[in-house]
């Protein structure tokens, strides 16, 4: 799994522990992990396209 995907499911799971046990920072630190996650993806997108233009 690259980062960007192991962020996106860690957050996952801590904004489903928070909702679970009532705990907002968790759950709000759970949505940020997800949206860490989904723009590193973004950006390995974008780094990937750069180098097949490059070649």
Do not use: C, F, P, Y
């Not at 995907?5 to 992990?33: C, F, S, W, Y």
């Not at 780094?47 to 233009?53: P, Q, S, T, W």
Request: a positive charge.
């Amino acid at each position: 799994m690259s980062g960007g995907k192991t962020d996106e499911l860690k957050g996952r799971v801590k904004e489903a522990a928070g909702a679970l046990t009532g705990n907002a920072k968790l759950k709000r630190e759970g949505k940020l992990d997800q949206k860490v996650g989904q723009v590193k993806q973004a950006a390995d997108k974008a780094i990937d396209k750069v180098k097949e233009a490059v070649k």
